[in-house]
């Protein structure tokens, strides 16, 4: 069974950092581009980011480029997501899965709040 748990978000201020971690069981993570999600509120979950499965390639959404870092330890089965400069428009329940989606099989996710 597929499941991916989320971990590290909380209420941070402007300009604040997080790190995001997902453990993940059940699937051949070292063989999967994985990528972290967010759904911000009211609005449809979006793709943010991307890792290949070495680590060697990364993709990252204009709106956090040059602020967040994704990151991967295959021998744990876990990728990180190292989130600077936080802005309030970041505000979001961050989840990670695959690229592309395989399942429909969801995290329950972690609430980043940037507020003041």
């Known amino acids: 069974q597929v499941q991916f748990v989320e971990s590290g978000g909380g209420v941070v201020q402007p300009g604040g950092s997080l790190r995001l971690s997902c453990a993940t069981s059940g699937i051949n993570f070292s063989v999967i581009t994985m990528g972290w999600y967010r759904q911000p509120p009211g609005k449809q979950r979006e793709l943010l980011v991307w890792?290949?499965?070495?680590?060697?390639?990364?993709w990252y959404d204009t709106s956090v480029k040059g602020r967040f870092t994704i990151s991967r330890d295959n021998a744990k089965n876990t990728v990180f997501l190292q989130m600077s400069s936080l802005e309030p428009g970041d505000t979001a329940v961050y989840y990670c899965?695959?690229?592309?989606?395989?399942?429909?099989?969801w995290g329950q996710g972690t609430q980043v709040t940037v507020s003041s």
């Open positions: 890792i290949s499965r070495s680590g060697g390639n990364t």
């Open positions: 899965n695959s690229v592309p989606l395989r399942s429909n099989s």
